[in-house]
């Protein structure tokens, strides 16, 4: 049974809105370890987890064909919004339960996702779809993240890590997985050529009112929204207040530095 906590529209905007699209580094990566393992040509890939697509439309240009699959309807529905990648089809869907025959897949990406997946289920339809020698890539980023403005030194961060902090309580197991840079899905993958590529540190400029954004689309801030929505706004306002405040009462547009530290899962199926 696939986790239900993206199905929101409202949930699906503010994932298209706010969050980052993962750093070329990444890419670079990715493409690297599929040149050296499977070599080309990269021909039909499929982003599991897909959301509103911004991993999917960076990895796109790599691969002939690029499949986007997500489980709530809501998030494929913006995905399929943003024109121009005619290489891409999106389709709402699991990751335990793949609409590919067996050995037709060259690459299975997932970004932010994997630890939403049922990691059994999901390694095991992996393990069928993929071509011999075909790869995983799985990424995602730290909780481990940097706010920096002017001389605010670490004074941002400790704000930010104080709303997670308030967040504790609605951590779900899920996050948890994600917070240990995906190790149980790493431990689950039945291929003996596997890896994970620690700590890449990306920074993003963005107004503060984006940053605030995306604290909003965490899951843990939705699940304490849909328990506590007048303290959850409170939360929200208070820790916006604290940033412009710490910047000199500068304006929600100031841009300031967003740094994440992404990981990368990747593996081989044997030949
Ligand atoms: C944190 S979001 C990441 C979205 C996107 N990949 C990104 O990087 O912004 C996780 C996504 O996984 C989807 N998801 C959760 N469980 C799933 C499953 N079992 N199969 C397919 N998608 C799933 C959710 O609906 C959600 O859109």
Not at 30 to 35: A, Q
Not at 51 to 64: C, E
Request: proline share 7%.
């Amino acid at each position: 049974m696939a986790t239900r906590m993206f199905e929101g529209k409202h949930h699906a905007t503010l994932y298209q809105k706010y969050r980052f699209a993962p750093p070329d580094e990444l890419k670079t990566l990715i493409l690297d370890y599929l040149d050296k393992k499977k070599g080309p040509p990269h021909l039909l890939a499929v982003d599991l987890g897909c959301g509103t697509g911004q991993n999917t439309r960076l990895m796109a240009p790599l691969f002939k064909e690029m499949v986007g699959i997500d489980v709530s309807e809501s998030q494929v529905e913006e995905a399929r919004a943003v024109p121009g990648f005619p290489n891409i089809t999106y389709r709402v869907g699991t990751a335990e339960k793949l609409p590919f025959p067996d050995g037709s897949v060259d690459v299975i990406l997932a970004a932010s996702a994997a630890h939403w997946f049922h990691t059994e289920n999901f390694v095991k339809e992996a393990g069928r779809v993929l071509k011999p020698l075909g790869c995983l890539a799985l990424m995602g980023f730290g909780k481990n993240m940097e706010y920096h403005y002017g001389n605010c030194e670490g004074r941002l961060t400790d704000i930010f890590n104080e709303f997670t902090d308030a967040l504790l309580p609605y951590t779900s197991k899920q996050v948890a997985i994600a917070d240990s840079a995906l190790q149980e899905v790493l431990d689950a993958i039945p291929f003996p050529e596997k890896e994970r590529v620690d700590n890449l540190p990306v920074t993003y400029k963005v107004p503060v009112q984006n940053a605030v954004g995306f604290f909003e689309s965490f899951s843990m801030f939705q699940a304490y929204e849909r328990a506590d929505p007048t303290a959850a706004r409170a939360l929200l306002e208070t820790t916006q207040r604290r940033f412009l405040e710490e910047m000199g009462d500068v304006s929600p547009e100031m841009e300031l530095d967003v740094v994440l530290k992404y990981f990368c899962v990747l593996a081989c199926k044997p030949r």
